[in-house]
């Protein structure tokens, strides 16, 4: 893999991996086992770099990443041999409530977290998960005129939205 700025869908850069994890030759479930052991070391939002030729890896991982609140960011399939997956450990910012849109249209995302929001006390936190392509506009032109703070916001490489919203 060659040191590159590589950007999601809608221009969010992918921060740099902390640790490479070369898994090429290895076939499930190895792959896995040996992901689990190295983000043990690492802190919450933190990136790792995993290198897999393994046929099946993609579809596990996202399933994985789902099952375990860690984030698939980016798929490089420019390498000559196996693809290389930067997973992003857990959430960069804390969170008290988690708010999940998926497969909800604008303005269902801010509609609901308005409506959270105003369940919770001042300097409290959700984190609303939307798959609207439009949601980070709507959100921040939402956040503007109501004042709650954008912590940061990451996306997946399926197009999946995490926005860390405090009070």
Same mark, same amino acid.
């Given at each position: ?27 499930? @479930?190895? =792959?896995?086992?040996?992901?689990? %052991?190295? !983000?043990?070391?690492?802190?919450? $939002? *933190?990136?790792?770099? /995993? +290198? #897999? ?53 604008? @303005?269902? =995302?801010?509609?609901?977290?308005? %409506?959270? !929001?105003?369940?919770?006390?001042? $300097? *409290?936190?959700?984190? /609303? +998960? #939307? ?37």
């Amino acid at each position: 893999m060659t040191a590159r700025t590589i950007v999601s869908s809608h221009g969010t850069p992918i921060p740099s991996p902390q640790v490479t994890l070369d898994l090429n030759g290895q076939i499930s @479930p190895g =792959p896995l086992p040996a992901l689990k %052991r190295t !983000l043990a070391n690492l802190k919450n $939002g *933190e990136v790792l770099l /995993l +290198i #897999s030729d393994y046929p099946g890896i993609e579809g596990d991982l996202f399933l994985w990443a789902k099952q375990t609140k860690n984030q698939v960011l980016f798929v490089d399939r420019s390498a000559k041999k196996g693809f290389g997956f930067y997973i992003l450990k857990g959430d960069p910012w804390p969170v008290g409530k988690l708010l999940d849109v998926t497969g909800s249209r604008c @303005p269902t =995302p801010v509609i609901e977290t308005g %409506r959270e !929001l105003m369940r919770m006390q001042k $300097g *409290e936190s959700v984190m /609303l +998960i #939307s798959d609207c392509e439009v949601s980070p506009m709507e959100v921040n032109t939402w956040l503007k005129s109501t004042g709650h703070k954008l912590l940061g916001m990451t996306e997946d490489a399926r197009g999946v939205f995490r926005f860390y919203i405090q009070k």
